[in-house]
């Protein structure tokens, strides 16, 4: 069949996640085709997850607060 498996986009801008985090889940279409002679219902499913980019953080680790054990 044809259709998309798998779609990724960005979107940037101010709150630009604030304006898209409530359309998450599971979004549902609902047709009849022009073809379909019994009136059947077809219905397609896409599922959206909205997520924030995360901000690059610099981490340090002081050498003194490990601890490593080897057995």
Known sequence: MGGYKEVIASVQGDEAYSHFKHESGVHRVQRIPQTESGGRIHTST?????????????????????????Y
Request: cysteine-free; glycine content about 0%; aromatic content about 0%.
């Open 46 to 70: 896409a599922t959206v997850a909205v997520l924030p980019e995360a901000e690059e953080v610099d981490v340090s680790i002081d050498a003194a607060d490990l601890e490593i054990e080897t």
